[in-house]
C-alpha cells in the first residue's frame, strides 16, 4: 500500500446532519409511526446521506434492470407488539408484508430473505410457533425463504423477537407502476374494508385490550394483483399496500409524490361496523389505522369498471370500491366529502394516533 | 352502524342546514364547549356550511389544553423518578411542557406508559408492589367520576403505591369567566353533552338568567350539533333565554347521581389554574383531605415549580373565543402538531388541531 491512511478527524457527522438537531435530538416512537415525523427521517436524513434516484422514488421497493429483467427488491421489519396477534403473528406478517411491498410494484414474488432478532430468554416453543407460521404463509404466498441470519441480543434490550425480511421478485413486461404515475381524471380502488389489522392488535396490547372478535386482515395480495396487470397493464399506474399510517397517508404521500390532488367519498370507503365501533370509542380515525391485506389502485379512468369487477373477483377482492378520483387541483393534497356532504383536507398525522381521554 | 349512521344522514342533514338558514336573520355567534364537539364540526366541514351570518368560536373544554403548564412539568418531573410508572391517557403525553414532554421523558428512559382507564394505573399497581405508580388525573365532569373510582379503589385494596396528579376543572365556572369577560362575544352556548350526561343541566339555569343567554345542551355527531345550532338559533331569534336539552338520548336532568355521589366522596372543589385562561375560583376538583395520601404531590412533596409561557401563542383568546386558531401568527408555522407551542395543537380535541389537520390547505 503506497497511499497513507486518511488523517483522523472530528466526526462531522454532527455538523452536517441536515436534520436539525435541536427539533429532535433523540429519535422518538413518532419516527416510526408512518406519519409526517418518519416521512421527514427519510427525506432529511435518509435520503442526504444515502440518496440515489432509485432512493428517491419513495416507493415501497425499488425496481432494478438486470441483464434486460427487472427485478424488484423491498425490505421491511417486523417488531409488532404482541407478537401473536388474532389473525396472525410476527411470522405470517412478516411474509406478507413484505410480499405485499413486492406485488405492490408490480412484481411476480420469488424469493425471501429472513433475519432473526432474538432476545435473551424468548421461548424457543414460540420461536418454532413464529417459524412454522412465516413457513404457512410463504407457502400460501408461492415464495421461499432462501435465506437467513440469526442474532441474539442480551434480556432487556430486545422484545422477544424482531424479524427482518427482504424480498425479491421479477417485474413481467408491459408493468409500469410508480406513485409519480398517478394523473388527474385517474380513479382511486380499494380492494376492500379498512382498519382491521390495526384495530385487532390495538385490541389486545397491554393496557387496551377490549373484547373483539376481530382478527388481522393480513393476506398476500400479488394474486389479487396478478390478473389487474395481466388485463390492464400500463393502466394500472399506482399501486399501494396502505399498512403504517393508514390509507389517509398512502394517498397524501402518493399525491405529493404525483403532484396531483386526489379527492375520496367517505362513504364510499367501507369500514366494517366492528371496526367503526372500536375506533369511535378510542377516538380513532380509520383512514390512519393499519391494514394489512388491503391495496389501493390508481387507475386510468376507463380502465377503472373493469379493475373493479376483476378485484372483486378476487376473494380477498370481494368488498373492492370506488373511493375516489385523482384531480389537477390542489396538487399534493388530499381531500374527503363527508357523509352529511362538507368537504375537510386529510393531513398525514404526525406519528401515531394516541387513544383520547374523553 | 347503529346510534352514529343515524346522526350522519346526509338528506337530514341537508333539511337542518335548511331550517337554520330559514330562521337566522341576524348575526350570531356560537361557542361550542366540548373539543370534541370542535372536531365534529370540522371534520365534517358544518361550520363551512352554515349560514355566513352564524360565527360559531370554540370553547374551553378540551382537558390537555387547560391543564397548566406547571403541571405539566410536575408530570414530567414524577415521570423521571425512577421508582416511579407514570400513566396517562395518550393524548397528555404530547402536551409541551416549559421544557420537554412526556413522550421524551418516555424515549429516555422514563417508564411512561399509556392506559386507557385509570382502574389500568389501580391494577398496574397491584401487579408492582415496589414500583409506585401515578396516574395523570385530568379532564373535565367527564372523566372525574373514573378518577374518583380508581382512588376509592385504591383506597378499598390498601395500595400504598397508587397516587393521582390531578388537575380536574368545571365545565359552569368556566362559562361564568368567558361571560364575565368584557370582551365576550359568545351569544349561545353549546353545552358538553358527556360533561351533562355526568353532572345534568341544573347547574346551567342560574348562568343562563343571570346573563339572559340560551344554553343548548348537545351531543357529539354532526345531527347532533346541527339540532343543538338551529335549537339556540330559534332562542336567540326569539329572544328567549334558559337551558334545553338537544342531547336527550343520554341526558337526564339531574344527569347520573350515582357518579355524582362517587365524585362528591373523593373530591372537593378548589380554586384552578387554567392554561390560557388563568385562575377561576371553585373551578376544580382536588382530593378530599382525608384521601391526601393518594395525591401525588403530597406524596413526592414537589415543591413549586414555576413556568412562563410562549407569550406569541393565542390559546387562551382562542379558548375563550376572542379569536380563531388561524388567526394567532404562530399557527402552522411556528407551532405544528410536531412542534406545538399551544396545548390546542396538540390534543385530539384542542381546536388549533382541529384546524391543522382538517383547514390547513386554505
Redesign the interface.
Known amino acids: 500500500m503506497s497511499s497513507a491512511p486518511p488523517a483522523l478527524s472530528p466526526h462531522p457527522a454532527l455538523a452536517q446532519c441536515p436534520l436539525p438537531l435541536d427539533?429532535y435530538p433523540?429519535?422518538?416512537?413518532?419516527h416510526g409511526g408512518g406519519g409526517?415525523?418518519g416521512k421527514?427521517l427519510v427525506e432529511q436524513l435518509f435520503f442526504p446521506a444515502l440518496g440515489n434516484p432509485l432512493l428517491a422514488a419513495f416507493h415501497d421497493g425499488s425496481v432494478l434492470e438486470v441483464g434486460g429483467a427487472r427485478i424488484a427488491l423491498s425490505t421491511d421489519s417486523y417488531v409488532v407488539k404482541p407478537a401473536f396477534f388474532p389473525g396472525g403473528d410476527i411470522g405470517s406478517l412478516a411474509v406478507h408484508g413484505t410480499v405485499n411491498d413486492l406485488a405492490m410494484c408490480g412484481a411476480r414474488p420469488l424469493a425471501l430473505s429472513a433475519g432473526f432478532i432474538l432476545e435473551e430468554g424468548f421461548p424457543m416453543a414460540d420461536l418454532w410457533r413464529v417459524a412454522t407460521s412465516m413457513r404457512d404463509a410463504a407457502a400460501r404466498a408461492g415464495v421461499q425463504v432462501v435465506t437467513g441470519d440469526t442474532k441474539v441480543v442480551d434480556r432487556g434490550t430486545g422484545d422477544g423477537v424482531y424479524l427482518n425480511t427482504t424480498g425479491v421478485g421479477v417485474v413481467p413486461p408491459g408493468v409500469a407502476i410508480a406513485p409519480a404515475r398517478a394523473r388527474p381524471g385517474d380513479v382511486v380502488l380499494l380492494s376492500g374494508d379498512i382498519a382491521r389489522h390495526g384495530i385487532a392488535i390495538m385490541s389486545v396490547r397491554e393496557?387496551?385490550e377490549f373484547e373483539t372478535a376481530l382478527a388481522s386482515d393480513s393476506a398476500p395480495l400479488h394474486d389479487m394483483v396478478a390478473p389487474l396487470l395481466a388485463h390492464l397493464g400500463e393502466r394500472v399506474h399506482v399501486l399501494r399496500d396502505p399498512t403504517r399510517g393508514g390509507v389517509a397517508s398512502a394517498l397524501v404521500e402518493i399525491a405529493g409524490s404525483a403532484q396531483v390532488g386526489v379527492r375520496l367519498q367517505e362513504?364510499a370507503i367501507p369500514v366494517w361496523?366492528e371496526v367503526?365501533?372500536a375506533c369511535?370509542i378510542?377516538?380513532f380515525d380509520p383512514l390512519y389505522v393499519a391494514n394489512e391485506g388491503k391495496l389501493l389502485a390508481i387507475v386510468a379512468r376507463e380502465a377503472a369498471e373493469e379493475a373493479l369487477a376483476l378485484l372483486r373477483a378476487h376473494p380477498l377482492g370481494t368488498e373492492a370500491a370506488i373511493v375516489g378520483e385523482v384531480v389537477a387541483e390542489?396538487p399534493g393534497?388530499v381531500?374527503l366529502k363527508?357523509?352529511?356532504?362538507?368537504?375537510?383536507?386529510v393531513?398525514m398525522?404526525?406519528g401515531e394516533?394516541?387513544?383520547?381521554?374523553? | 352502524m347503529r346510534y352514529v349512521d343515524e346522526y350522519r344522514d346526509e338528506a337530514t342533514a341537508r333539511k337542518l342546514f335548511e331550517a337554520i338558514r330559514r330562521r337566522t336573520t341576524r348575526p350570531w355567534t356560537l361557542m361550542e364547549i366540548c373539543g370534541g364537539q370542535t372536531h365534529t364540526l370540522v371534520k365534517f366541514g358544518i361550520d363551512e356550511m352554515l349560514p355566513p351570518a352564524i360565527t360559531l368560536v370554540h370553547g374551553p373544554g378540551c382537558p390537555v389544553c387547560v391543564t397548566p403548564l406547571e403541571l405539566i412539568d410536575r408530570a414530567v418531573a414524577l415521570a423521571r423518578r425512577p421508582e416511579v410508572i407514570f400513566t396517562s391517557f395518550g393524548d397528555m403525553l404530547r402536551v409541551p411542557g416549559s421544557e420537554t414532554d412526556l413522550l421524551a421523558v418516555k424515549a429516555a428512559g422514563g417508564d411512561v406508559r399509556i392506559v386507557y382507564s385509570p382502574l389500568d394505573a389501580v391494577k398496574l399497581a397491584e401487579q408492582n408492589p415496589q414500583r409506585q405508580v401515578v396516574f395523570f388525573a385530568v379532564g373535565f365532569e367527564t372523566t372525574a367520576p373514573a378518577n374518583a373510582a380508581a382512588v376509592w379503589a385504591a383506597h378499598q385494596k390498601g395500595l400504598q403505591n397508587f397516587s393521582i396528579l390531578s388537575s380536574h376543572v368545571l365545565v359552569p365556572p368556566a362559562m361564568e369567566a368567558i361571560l364575565a369577560d368584557p370582551e365576550n362575544r359568545v351569544q349561545g352556548f353549546l353545552a358538553a353533552g358527556h360533561v351533562c350526561a355526568v353532572m345534568g343541566y341544573r347547574e346551567y339555569a342560574p348562568i343562563a338568567a343571570r346573563h339572559r343567554i340560551p344554553i343548548v345542551v348537545t351531543g357529539f355527531e354532526p345531527l347532533d350539533l346541527l339540532h343543538g345550532i338551529l335549537m339556540t338559533v330559534e332562542m336567540l331569534e326569539d329572544g328567549r333565554w334558559g337551558v334545553e336539552n338537544q342531547y336527550v338520548r343520554a341526558v337526564r336532568e339531574e344527569g347520573n347521581v350515582p357518579a355524582q355521589a362517587l365524585m362528591q366522596q373523593v373530591f372537593q372543589i378548589t380554586d384552578r389554574q387554567w392554561r390560557g385562561i388563568g385562575a377561576i375560583p371553585a373551578s376544580g376538583l382536588a382530593l378530599q383531605p382525608q384521601l391526601a395520601a393518594y395525591d401525588a404531590q403530597e406524596r413526592f412533596g414537589l415543591g413549586t415549580i414555576t413556568a412562563t409561557e410562549n407569550g406569541a401563542c393565542m390559546a387562551g383568546a382562542i379558548m375563550r373565543g376572542l379569536a380563531k386558531p388561524h388567526e394567532c401568527r404562530l399557527f402552522g408555522g411556528d407551532c405544528t402538531p410536531e412542534h406545538p407551542v399551544g396545548a390546542p395543537m396538540v390534543s385530539s380535541e384542542g381546536a388549533c388541531a382541529a384546524y391543522y389537520h382538517y383547514r390547513r390547505a386554505e
Open positions: 427539533d433523540a429519535v422518538v416512537l413518532a409526517r415525523l421527514q393496557g387496551l362513504a361496523e367503526r365501533g369511535e378510542l377516538g390542489h393534497k381531500f363527508s357523509r352529511i356532504g362538507g368537504t375537510r383536507v393531513e398525522l404526525s394516533q394516541l387513544p383520547r381521554i374523553c
